[in-house]
């Protein structure tokens, strides 16, 4: 078992409106998160995906996972963070934090492609 645990809420990438992101495909976004996610496991940092619909489960989908174990870390990625029509989903997602792991660090992105830096800064 890992001594420290992170867990990376993001969009799931059914549901990313890729117009908003150029460049950016399903495969892309779950190549980078995928890479990111196994990097962290390699150094020994337990690591889950949870990943969400706009709004509709999400608070579920996030309540599920933190009820799973304890992590040090959660990072919350920038399809959730950035795009202005996310902000309730955004707001929504932290107050579940602030309640349900009021002790874990939070992290956050710029993409698909630095979320393992963004959670080492806090582990």
Same mark, same amino acid.
């Given at each position: 078992?890992?001594d420290k $645990?992170?867990?990376?809420i !993001?969009l799931d990438p059914?549901?990313?409106?890729?117009?908003?992101?150029?460049?950016?495909t399903s495969?892309?976004?779950?190549? =980078?998160?995928?890479h990111?996610?196994e990097?962290l496991? +390699?150094? !020994?940092i =337990?690591?889950?995906?949870c990943l969400v619909?706009? !709004?509709?489960?999400?608070?579920?989908?996030?309540?599920?996972a933190?009820?799973?174990? $304890?992590y040090?870390?959660?990072?919350? !990625?920038?399809?959730?963070r950035?795009?202005?029509?996310?902000?309730l989903?955004?707001?929504?997602?932290? $107050?579940?934090?602030?309640?349900?792991?009021p002790?874990?660090r939070i992290?956050? $992105?710029? =993409?698909?492609?630095d979320s393992? +830096?963004?959670?080492?800064?806090w582990i």
């Open positions: 078992m890992a $645990n992170a867990l990376m !993001g059914s549901v990313v409106n890729y117009d908003k992101w150029p460049g950016l495969q892309k976004l779950m190549a =980078g998160l995928t990111d996610l990097a496991q +390699a150094e !020994g =337990g690591c889950d995906f619909d706009h !709004g509709e489960t999400a608070e579920v989908t996030v309540l599920e933190l009820s799973k174990r $304890n040090d870390v959660v990072m919350i !990625g920038a399809g959730v950035v795009d202005p029509d996310e902000f989903l955004f707001e929504k997602l932290i $107050n579940v934090l602030h309640e349900k792991a002790h874990a992290a956050f $992105n710029t =993409g698909p492609t393992l +830096a963004a959670i080492k800064r």
